[in-house]
Every structure is written in C-alpha cells, then in structure tokens.
C-alpha cells in the first residue's frame, strides 16, 4: 500500500472561517510533508515533520497551522485565510528525511478561499 | 543555487516518442527525480536516478543524466494519451530528502 489520502477532496471557506485539512499514511513513514501548489506551478514546500516534530517551516504564516498527532496523520489547520491562499494543498510522506527515500503524493485538497 | 529550468509545453502525436528536458544547476543533488501529475491530481513519482548513473530505463521511460551539463531528460516511448500531464523533474540539494522542482512541463498527446 503506497498509498496516501488527503481529505477533503475540495474546500470553499471564507476569510472568517476556521477548517482544518488531513492526510493519513499507513506505510509507517517518519516523515510528512505539506506542500501548496498554485495552477501550472510547482509545488512548494510548506513544512516537513520528521518522528512527528515540526522539522521545517519555510516562513509559512502563522494563519496555517499544522499538527501531527500521530506517525499516521497529519493535519493542516487554517484560520484567517486570504483569497491568495486559494491552490492545492499536498501531502507527502517518505520513510524518512534520509536523502534518496522517495515522497509519495497525496492527492490533494483543492481549497478556495472566497 | 538550486533553480531548475524547464521547457514549458510539448505536444505529440500518439505512437511517437516524447523528450522532456531539464537543467538544474546544483550539482550537489545525489537524486533526480520525474513526477507526473495529471489534471487535477496529485504528483506520482515516475522514475529516478542516482546522481552516478548515466542512463536508466524503465519499460517505456528513459531517462539520461549528463552531469557535466547539468542536464537531465525524460523520454518516453510509444506515447499514449494518458501521458498528457504535467512532467516535474526534481533535484535533492539540501543534502536531505527536500526536494527543488522544476517548473513543470506541460504534455499534450494528440490521438
């Protein structure tokens, strides 16, 4: 199983709204990855959590929050958004940060913030 | 620096062969990758290869590095029309599994 879910599917929130994204894995990969990707654009790194520990956050604004509760989920709260956040979130995992372990893609919430 | 440049559209015929490029510029990175990510979709990892290797074939994906260019190529064989997506190569210069994409190469095959 290779497999990574992302629920939900699609989001339309408003500026005001608190909703909260997910990712689950069940391949026992350590590391998780949350990426944003806008159209016709390549993804771009958000964080990364390593043994669920925030490992890196790439001067993401504090109106999106993320959590691991668990080697299995990962969750992405997001709070105060702006129509600008309106792209593709996507999860990933890897067995670990170790260089060379393939990212296995989720595939994604389509969020549009109105 | 970790920039990685990429055509931005190819269109092909079905049947025919397809070449994606890529150049990156760090040549650091220890892996390369291809992803594909059809509409709508999340990426899928295609293929990689280990900075040492030359060439590496996967039934109908081969793929070239040339390190002294910095050059990396994805071509496909017999292309059909689930091979319209987008192509993202990807390079690893942070010394860890953080990944540099590439800008995307838009694929379209043409019945």
């Known amino acids: 199983d290779t497999e990574v879910t992302q629920t939900p599917k699609h989001l339309v929130m408003g500026m005001t709204n608190k909703k909260s994204l997910k990712c689950e894995q069940h391949?026992?990969?350590?590391?998780m990855y949350w990426y944003k990707q806008k159209a016709k654009k390549p993804p771009e790194l958000m964080f990364v959590?390593?043994?669920?520990?925030?490992?890196i956050n790439e001067s993401v604004p504090s109106r999106f929050s993320p959590e691991c509760p668990n080697s299995s989920l990962l969750n992405l709260h997001l709070h105060a958004l702006q129509p600008e956040d309106s792209a593709l979130y996507l999860c990933?995992?890897?067995?670990?940060?170790?260089?060379?372990?393939?990212?296995?893609f989720g595939p994604g919430t389509r969020l549009l913030v109105l | 620096g970790e920039d990685v440049e990429q055509s931005l559209f190819l269109s092909v015929r079905e049947g025919d062969s397809s070449v994606i490029n890529c150049t990156y510029t760090?040549?650091?990175?220890?892996?390369l990758y291809w992803y594909k990510q059809e509409p709508g979709a999340g990426l899928q990892l295609l293929t990689y290869?280990?900075?040492?290797?030359d060439m590496k074939q996967d039934q109908r994906l081969t793929v070239l590095l040339n390190k002294k260019d910095k050059h990396l190529s994805l071509r496909i064989a017999d292309t059909q029309t689930g091979d319209s997506a987008i192509y993202f190569c990807?390079?690893?210069?942070?010394?860890?599994?953080?990944?540099?994409f590439g800008k995307g190469n838009q694929v379209v095959v043409i019945p």
């Open positions: 391949m026992g990969h350590r590391a």
């Open positions: 990807a390079e690893t210069p942070y010394g860890n599994n953080r990944l540099a």
């Open positions: 290869i280990f900075s040492n290797m």
């Open positions: 990933a995992s890897s067995q670990d940060l170790v260089l060379g372990e393939t990212q296995y």
């Open positions: 959590y390593s043994y669920e520990k925030l490992s």
């Open positions: 760090d040549s650091s990175s220890t892996y």
